[in-house]
Structures are given as C-alpha cells and as structure tokens.
C-alpha cells in the first residue's frame, strides 16, 4: 500500500526566510503524481504545487519549489521569502496514475511564520 | 464559475441521528471525491464517483455509510446512526475527467454530541 510520512509535526520560521518541509513516500509504482497542499485555518484545501514523477525537473512555483528524490522517494517543499500569509498546514499527497486516482496524504506540518 | 460548494459548513448531530452532506462539484464536473478529516490527521479517501455511478469506495466503513451522485442533483454523503468517532471534517473534491487535477471544497465540520 503507498503511504505518505511527513516527520516534522511542527515548524517554524522567520518572515523573509526559508523553510524546507520534508516528506518521503512509499509505492512500488513508477508513474505518479506528488503534491503539496496548504490548509489554512478557512479548511480549504489549497493545491501549492504538483510534481510528475517521470519529470526530473523541479517543480516551481513562485517563491515555492521542490526537490524531488526518485529513488530516495523524497519531496521536500521550500518556501522562499516567508511571509506570514504561509502559515497553515501544509500536506504532502501522492497519486497514482490510472485507477481512481485518489490522493494518499500525510499527516501534515503546522508551519508557523514569525514576524 | 463557482468552486466546489459544501453544505453546510457545521452540522451538529446526536448519536443515533442521520447525517446528509451535499457537494455541488464544480460546472461541468463529472467526477466526485469524498475525504475524511479526522483532528489532528490527514486527509483520508472515502470514495470516488462518476454520475450515478460509484467507482471506488474502497475507504468507506462498511456499515452506516453511503454515498450518491444522481444524475441530476449534488452528491450526498449519508452517515446513518452517527456515532462520536464519526465527528470529523469531510471533504468533497471534483475533477471534469479522470487525470485532471481535483478542486476541493471548504468541507463540512460534523460534530456528534
């Protein structure tokens, strides 16, 4: 079964700086997607940026990137230029491609944004 | 064009009762996702549905829990004889065809007292 880990419970930073979340998966698939999505306090799930895994590019968006470690199963997420409208949970999600298509999600990183 | 519309946003039920939960996907959106939000947890997948069909319901409980997506109408998530472990926040999420991203709605807070 794919599973979804985000270790860090917690994080925190500085506004204007960088932060890194990290996420590793498990699947024996080859062609996927990986996500991250931002929940703030509103519950609307918001999508930051995606990730298809036959790309070895990085995905970027704005001040938010990727790196993405195929064989490791590494997806990290840094937020660039902190501001304080980042804070929220952030969720690491997988998909396969085909079938149902339906996201596995971590448990999620509660970043805070200092001022 | 409107989002994923969730109603109601906060639903308050005794143990024992039913629980309705609408998502209106989003116009000419076919596909239809239903997510459970237990505190402090992910996002977890319930079941998938085309119009009137159900495609993969692998995550639903067994019992006391059915979901529809009619021709004509929004999809309901029906909880029947709610209990407090079914307190939790749902989400509904829509797609216009299979391989597109999914949009999600502000999801539905249910409370069990």
């Known amino acids: 079964a794919q599973t979804v880990t985000q270790s860090q419970p917690e994080m925190s930073v500085q506004e204007a700086e960088t932060v890194t979340l990290s996420c590793t998966y498990d699947t024996s698939e080859s062609d996927y997607y990986l996500f991250w999505y931002k929940q703030p306090p509103s519950r609307q799930m918001i999508l930051v940026i995606r990730?298809?895994?036959?790309?070895?590019q990085n995905a970027t968006e704005n001040r938010f990137s990727v790196n993405f470690q195929k064989a490791a199963k590494s997806f990290s997420l840094k937020i660039s230029d902190s501001q304080l409208g980042d804070a929220a949970m952030y969720f690491c999600a997988y998909r396969v491609k085909g079938g149902s298509e339906k996201l596995v999600f971590g448990k999620g990183t509660k970043l805070t944004v200092n001022p | 064009n409107a989002g994923v519309m969730q109603n109601p946003r906060h639903l308050v039920r005794r143990r024992g009762q039913e629980a309705r939960l609408r998502c209106s996907p989003m116009?000419?959106?076919?596909?239809v996702y239903w997510y459970r939000q237990l505190p402090e947890e992910g996002l977890k997948f319930m079941v998938y549905l085309q119009k009137e069909n159900i495609i993969d319901e692998s995550g639903m409980p067994k019992e006391r829990f059915s979901a529809e997506f009619p021709k004509e109408g929004p999809s309901i998530l029906r909880i029947q004889q709610v209990v407090r472990g079914d307190s939790a926040a749902y989400f509904c999420a829509s797609s216009p065809r299979q391989g597109l991203e999914a949009f999600f709605g502000q999801g539905t807070r249910l409370t069990v007292v």
């Open positions: 990730q298809e895994a036959y790309k070895q």
């Open positions: 116009k000419g959106h076919s596909h």
